[in-house]
């Protein structure tokens, strides 16, 4: 499945659907934050917020921008917020 049909989806109840976008983007999400943050276990807890906001938010996903931008802006966002 491509990103927008793993967005679709979750926003359908799929775990395994999360499950795998969480492979996919897991690691290029937490090598981000740390570049930013050099604290790994907020990066990790960010990662894990990340997907949360995923769950919650993917049945309104609109597609205008690419899953791998809503996803990084996401992470950026709760990074921002946790470094508050």
């Known amino acids: 499945m491509d990103d927008k049909e ?13 499950r ?5 983007y897991n690691g290029p999400i937490y090598a981000f934050l740390m570049s930013r943050c050099n604290n790994a276990e907020l990066c990790s807890d960010c990662v894990q917020d990340t997907m ?3 769950i ?10 690419s899953v791998k ?4 802006t996401i992470a950026r ?6 470094l508050r």
């Open 6 to 18: 793993l967005i679709k989806s979750i926003g359908s109840g799929d775990k395994s659907a999360l």
């Open 20 to 24: 795998e976008l969480y492979l996919r």
């Open 52 to 54: 949360l906001n995923v």
């Open 69 to 72: 931008t809503w996803l990084f």
């Open 56 to 65: 919650r938010s993917a049945s309104q996903f609109s597609g205008k921008a």
């Open 77 to 82: 966002n709760k990074l921002v917020d946790a």
